[in-house]
């Protein structure tokens, strides 16, 4: 039956972007959906979790920060993570859509591979691998089922960081265990601890299983296995096919020690085993497992995370750098029937032959020894190939020596979009028609330059600009800003912070130190302004004059609000008159409250250093309005007036300095 027309996913379009096409892999986690992304307009495949783990808050938040650590890590190894998102009750990630076969397929179909196919396949999933490992990353759950071969010859690592977020879960599925505990790093069984090592360790079975066509352990239950694990030592391929070269025990053996420290220390140093083991395998390194004549018709098999995809599988080249691998064997192979041996016809009555006939034979011998002789004076080239340029510099050096360059390895160069330690170029540059055993340079990537933001907090502004040129940065914009505790025309800090990577050329902002900022202390009352200022660190002085405004108040100051001054300088202050015995506040008459009409009033609280927003709340209960003006600017009430405990009527406009 069509499974697809009963999945209600079919058809529908997710969270408003990826309208599914169709279900191509179902399993214990999830379920995977061929869909088309209709806002960027390209094929993707969505999977989406079972609503057992999307109900599961706990899931679904570390979910998230995974998917969001795996969309940021670009490889070409590495199947790429486009989006995540939810969608009602639909937990889903958006992923690059890599057609073709899980190398569980390869291993069903074909059987152990030749030692030479076994490290090209392990090689770029290694590769993969390490490029996690130096951002963090560890996978956890390294598998055949979770390794991807492209039908353009691309092998592809998948579901990163999916088994860290179902741990995160209190499910436990018997399927996936078996499924993982094949795999399992002895501290991933007995601690639950996964570290760089673990996936290593994972790596090291998996060639095992490459090379013998079987897992090193097996049992009746899971426990069974993983108590294997622990307690055994991983045998050695060559005990169980004997002509497995000595290089490839080695590198098993050491990514499956059962202690973490006897291991690489992370995928990339095992890479670069692989690739040196790669290196001293003979050309020949044993004869090729037959493949069908006929094509595997479509089948079920378990993909990535436990899903089950439905895909044809297709005898293709699906292994880099070599074509081999996956493809029918040539004629010539060991298996083929001989032909007639050469000369036997000769032999067969040669002696009734003419004379004639012997005297042609003679001509023809020395006009062919003139042709082989003209043909090896001839000069025979090889051509660079384009393919190195983007591939792993250890790989690429192998594959070069290989074709037969002398290969020097030269200073590796800062590039924007070359990850770190892949070819940028080769020289000569690809498609050079060269003499075999040429010299070619390759030159690797140093990744993106980047320069960290120098300390320059504490200087002045030129001593700052001179100090970011030595590093090729510029100074952007400048801002000033108060302090009371950095010297004016200082800096206090860099946009971006002091130590963070930025490209050279990049632009620094710079916020300068204005030193102390004059506070607004007009219309406050003399008391309260002079405590303010000598909080603030000023010296203030005041002149009174005969004034109509509200008695002992500042009605001017000099210098200006806001004005940049240093610790320690005098402000002068023009005070109303303080002793004005004929000004009254407006709402005062000759009728004492209580007396007369009945007057309404509010007392005014007393809101002296309190927070501003309870200072204005308290206020506004009490019945008065309130206006704000800045004082010190922290945050907090420094002066106000009237002050507390005037009567006044219901609505009295109180104003808060701050």
């Known amino acids: 039956m069509d499974t697809t027309v009963t999945d209600p996913l079919v058809g529908r379009l997710l969270d408003g972007r990826y309208r599914v096409e169709s279900r191509i892999a179902r399993g214990g986690m999830a379920t995977v959906y061929l869909a088309m992304d209709i806002r960027l307009d390209r094929t993707v495949a969505v999977k989406v979790m079972h609503r057992s783990l999307a109900e599961d808050p706990s899931f679904v938040r570390r979910f998230i920060g995974e998917a969001k650590s795996v969309a940021s890590l670009s490889h070409p190894n590495v199947v790429h993570v486009f989006d995540q998102g939810t969608d009602g009750g639909n937990v889903y990630l958006s992923m690059e859509y890599v057609p073709g076969r899980t190398l569980r397929d390869v291993l069903r179909s074909r059987g152990r591979l030749p030692a030479r ?105 899971p426990m069974s296995v993983a108590y294997r694990h622990v307690h055994d030592t ?141 043909w090896f004076s001839q000069t025979r080239t090889i051509k660079v190939p384009d393919s190195l340029v983007g591939m792993n510099i250890k790989l690429a050096q192998s594959e070069a020596e290989r074709l037969g360059f002398t290969v020097v390895v030269g200073q590796a160069q800062y590039d924007e979009k070359v990850p770190k330690d892949n070819v940028l170029s080769t020289d000569p540059a690809g498609g050079t028609e060269v003499e075999p055993k040429s010299r070619l340079t390759l030159i690797a990537s140093a990744g993106p330059k980047r320069v960290p933001v120098p300390n320059v907090v504490g200087m002045d502004q030129n001593a700052a600009r001179s100090k970011l040129a030595e590093v090729k940065l510029v100074t952007g914009n400048i801002r000033r800003q108060g302090s009371d505790t950095v010297p004016r025309n200082q800096v206090i800090r860099t946009v971006p912070a002091v130590g963070n990577p930025v490209k050279e050329g990049s632009k620094v902002a710079l916020v300068v130190s204005a030193g102390l900022l004059l506070p607004d202390v007009k219309g406050m009352p003399r008391d309260q302004a002079d405590a303010t200022l000598r909080t603030a660190g ?24 806001g004005a940049e001054v240093d610790k320690g300088a005098v402000v002068r202050m023009t005070l109303s008159q303080c002793d004005n015995p004929g000004w009254h506040w407006p709402w005062e008459n000759d009728t004492q409250p209580g007396e007369g009409d009945d007057k309404q009033v509010v007392v005014i609280p007393n809101v002296m250093f309190k927070e501003v927003k309870a200072a204005r709340d308290e206020l506004r209960a009490a019945g008065v309005t309130v206006k704000m003006r800045k004082g010190l600017g922290r945050g907090m009430v420094v002066a106000q007036l009237p002050g507390a405990g005037q009567q006044v009527p219901p609505g009295t406009e109180v104003t808060l300095w701050f």
């Open 234 to 374: 991983v045998p050695l391929p060559s005990s169980l096919l004997p002509d497995i070269p000595p290089q490839l025990d080695t590198l098993v053996a050491r990514a499956t020690a059962r202690d973490p420290e006897g291991r690489p220390a992370d995928a990339t140093a095992m890479l670069v085993a692989a690739v040196e083991a790669h290196r001293a395998l003979p050309m020949d390194s044993g004869p090729a497992p037959q493949v069908p004549a006929a094509p595997v018709r479509p089948a079920e098999h378990p993909g990535p995370a436990g899903a089950t995809m439905v895909q044809p599988a297709v005898n293709h080249t699906l292994v880099q750098p070599r074509g081999e691998l996956l493809t029918t064997p040539a004629a010539g192979h060991p298996g083929a029937p001989a032909g007639p041996e050469p000369g036997a016809a000769a032999r067969r009555g040669g002696s009734r032959r003419p004379t004639w006939f012997l005297i042609t034979l003679a001509l023809v011998m020395v006009a062919g020894i003139g042709l082989t002789g003209w």
């Open 117 to 221: 196919e076994a490290l090209e396949v392990i090689i770029p999933v290694l590769a993969a691998l390490g490029a996690a490992h130096q951002t963090g990353m560890i996978h956890r759950d390294v598998k055949p089922e979770n390794v991807l071969l492209s039908d353009d010859g691309r092998i592809k690592v998948v579901d990163f960081g999916l088994a860290r977020a179902i741990e995160a879960t209190n499910q436990t599925r018997t399927g996936v265990m078996i499924g993982t505990i094949a795999y399992m790093s002895p501290e991933q069984v007995t601690a639950a601890a996964a570290d760089a090592r673990s996936d290593v360790y994972a790596a090291g079975i998996m060639l095992f299983e490459l090379l013998t066509g079987s897992q090193p352990y097996e049992g009746d239950t």
């Open 538 to 561: 000023f010296l203030p002085e005041f002149v009174e004059q005969t004034d109509a405004a509200t008695p002992c108040t500042v009605i001017a100051q000099d210098p200006q609000p």
